[in-house]
């Protein structure tokens, strides 16, 4: 991993889907005159929609397949990936794998997920994709919405970097929440990711960050007033 003063940041996306998370993460950046990272690498575990964003920004795939192989092995591609790109840091965006814990230890408080409801309810092993929101309606809470929180060797139980409740409403199926969740995704993944990645680039811990409005409701909202939390005004 190379020293944290270097500037913009090298980021990996690791994706195993459609990538509409890593998407808004490429725009954001590609939309900010000072982006504080550069995607350089896409890690994935199988064939994807995901591969295909990559490409037409230019950036290198690495596919690391995980199915049939020794964790160890796996774990080593990986980690020998992130060093030969000289990746600083790491978001999670639909990678349906359990990140190598080499990784997460040597990319310590650098590596973000991204997780479709509010933790810590409805995460954990089997809590992907519409099994979420399905267990969201089955509950009868009439809150869910993202959270963006840093990884940790088990699934969904890092720290949280930020949240955005988003309402459950009457007659809602699973696609209908999973498309509004997904909205507010969007939105919350990339302001949070430039959040951590400005605080490495200064040094300091990225504090979590308070939700802008206490519901996303699809309508446009400048997130310009999203954060820190317990921050000075
Ligand atoms: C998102 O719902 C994300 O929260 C979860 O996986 C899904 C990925 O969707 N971790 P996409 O591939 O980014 O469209």
């Known amino acids: 991993m190379s020293a944290a003063a270097s500037r913009p940041l090298r980021a990996a996306v690791f994706a195993s889907g459609g990538g509409s998370n890593f998407q808004a993460l490429l725009d954001h950046e590609a939309g900010l005159d000072d982006s504080p990272w550069t995607t350089v690498l896409l890690v994935t575990d199988r064939a994807c929609s995901a591969q295909e964003r990559a490409r037409a920004r230019g950036v290198a795939v690495r596919v690391v397949p995980v199915s049939g192989r020794a964790p160890a092995e796996v774990a080593d591609e990986t ?8 990746v600083d840091v790491i978001f999670l965006a639909g990678y349906l794998r359990l990140v190598p814990a080499p990784v997460v230890e040597s990319w310590s408080g650098r590596v973000l997920n991204i997780h ?3 933790l810590p309810s409805f995460g954990g092993k089997g809590m992907w994709g519409r099994h979420v929101h399905e267990a ?9 919405g993202p959270t ?6 088990a699934y969904d139980e890092g ?8 309402p459950v ?15 507010a995704e969007h939105r ?9 990645c400005r605080a490495v680039l200064a040094g300091r811990p990225a504090l979590p960050l308070d939700p802008p409005s206490p519901h996303f409701m699809s309508a446009p909202e400048p997130l310009s007033s999203l954060q820190p939390h317990n921050s000075s005004p």
Request: aromatic share 6%.
């Open 169 to 183: 409403l009457d007659g809602d199926t699973a696609a209908t929440l999973a498309a509004r969740v997904l909205e």
């Open 79 to 86: 980690v020998s990936a992130l060093r030969d790109a000289s």
């Open 136 to 144: 969201v309606l089955q509950s009868g809470t009439r809150i869910t």
């Open 116 to 118: 479709p409801a509010l």
């Open 188 to 196: 919350l993944y990339p302001r949070a990711a430039e959040h951590l």
């Open 148 to 153: 963006v929180h840093f990884v940790s060797a």
């Open 159 to 166: 720290s949280i970097l930020a949240q955005w409740p988003v």
